[in-house]
C-alpha cells in the first residue's frame, strides 16, 4: 500500500506539473499571438486607410476623413485618372514601367559581368575595386544628383529623356548587385568550373553553362530589388524630368495630385494603390518561381 501511495502521489505532482506547463504554454501563445496582431494592425493600417480613401469620394474626405461611410465608396477617383487630360497617369505609368524595366535590365547585366571579375577572376587589386564599388553604393543619392545633373549637361544629354533616368538610375543600382551577387559566384565551388576547363570549355562557356545557372536566384532577387528601386524613385526624377508627359509615377503623383496647399487625397491614394500593383505582382507571383527554382537548385546537385 506505501508503493501505491507513493506512486499516486507521484502521478499527482507530475499532474500538476503538466498543468502548469500548460498554462504557462497557452499565456505563452496568447502573448505570441497578441503581438502579432498588433504588429499586422499597425503595418497594415496605412496600406488600408490608403485603400479605403482611394474608394471615397472628395466630398466625403473634407466633410470628415475618418467618418467612413458605405454610401460615399465609389470609383470616381480611379474614373478620374483615366479621363482626366491634364492628369495622365497612364502615361505615367508606362514611363515608369518603361524606366524601371530597361534599367533593371541593363543594371543586372552589367553588374553580373562585374560581380562574375570580383567573385570569380584573381588579379592584383580585386580586392580594393569590390570595396569602392561597395562605398560607391553607400553615398547618399542627395549628395550624386547634382554632380549627375551636372555630367549629363556636359554630356548633352537631354534632360526630359527616360535614358537620362535610365542612365541615372544604373548608378546606384550596378555597385550593389555587382557587390551581392559577387558572393554568390564566391560560393559556387571552384572544381565545377576547374573540371569544365579540363574538358575543354572556354572561360565565357564555363561562367555560361556553370556558374550562371547556379546563380539565376541571386540575380531573379536583384532584379526584383533593381525593379523596386527604380519603380519608387523620385529625386531623380525630379532633378532630370520638368515636362508632366515625362514623369514616372512617383514624380507625376506628388508635383500634381495638389495645388499649393491643397492636395487631392483620393487621387493621390488611388494612383499610390495603382503605382503600387507591378510591385505587390512581382513580390506575391513571380517570388513563387523564384523560391521553387531555389529548392530545385539545392536538391539537384
Same mark, same amino acid.
Given at each position: ?34 503581438? #502579432?496582431?498588433?504588429? *499586422? !494592425? /499597425?503595418?497594415?493600417?496605412? =496600406? +488600408?486607410?490608403?485603400? @479605403? ?85 553607400? #553615398?547618399?543619392?542627395? *549628395? !550624386? /544628383?547634382?554632380?549627375?545633373? =551636372? +555630367?549629363?549637361?556636359? @554630356? ?146
Amino acid at each position: 500500500m506505501t508503493a501505491i501511495n507513493k506512486a499516486d502521489q507521484r502521478l499527482t505532482q507530475f499532474g500538476g506539473f503538466r498543468r502548469r506547463v500548460g498554462a504557462y504554454i497557452n499565456v505563452r501563445n496568447l502573448v505570441l499571438g497578441a503581438s #502579432l496582431l498588433f504588429f *499586422l !494592425l /499597425f503595418t497594415l493600417f496605412p =496600406v +488600408l486607410w490608403m485603400v @479605403l480613401t482611394s474608394f471615397r469620394e472628395d466630398a466625403a474626405i473634407d466633410r470628415d476623413p475618418f467618418d467612413i461611410r458605405l454610401q460615399d465608396l465609389s470609383l470616381q477617383q480611379y474614373t478620374r485618372l483615366f479621363t482626366d487630360p491634364y492628369f495622365p497617369f497612364p502615361r505615367w505609368m508606362l514611363n515608369s514601367a518603361i524606366v524601371s524595366t530597361v534599367s533593371s535590365v541593363i543594371a543586372i547585366v552589367v553588374g553580373g559581368i562585374a560581380a562574375y571579375s570580383l567573385g570569380r577572376l584573381k588579379y592584383k587589386g580585386g580586392a580594393f575595386i569590390g570595396l569602392t564599388i561597395f562605398a560607391t553604393y553607400l #553615398l547618399p543619392p542627395v *549628395l !550624386l /544628383f547634382i554632380p549627375l545633373r =551636372v +555630367l549629363a549637361a556636359r @554630356l548633352s544629354l537631354p534632360s526630359n529623356s527616360l535614358w537620362v533616368l535610365v542612365l541615372t538610375y544604373l548608378s546606384f543600382m550596378v555597385p550593389f548587385i555587382a557587390w551581392t551577387l559577387s558572393s554568390y559566384f564566391q560560393g559556387i565551388p571552384i572544381e565545377l568550373v576547374e573540371a569544365a576547363r579540363i574538358d575543354g570549355a572556354s572561360r565565357l562557356r564555363a561562367m555560361v553553362e556553370i556558374d550562371m545557372p547556379l546563380v539565376l536566384p541571386g540575380v531573379v532577387s536583384m532584379f526584383f530589388f533593381a525593379f523596386t528601386l527604380a519603380w519608387g524613385e523620385y529625386m531623380y526624377a525630379l532633378t532630370f524630368m520638368s515636362q508632366k508627359l515625362m514623369y514616372t509615377v512617383p514624380l507625376g503623383m506628388v508635383n500634381e495630385a495638389h495645388v499649393g496647399d491643397l492636395y487631392y487625397w483620393g487621387k493621390l491614394m488611388a494612383g499610390a494603390v495603382l503605382g503600387s500593383v507591378p510591385v505587390v505582382i512581382i513580390y506575391s507571383f513571380l517570388m513563387d518561381f523564384y523560391l521553387s527554382g531555389m529548392t530545385a537548385g539545392a536538391v539537384k546537385g
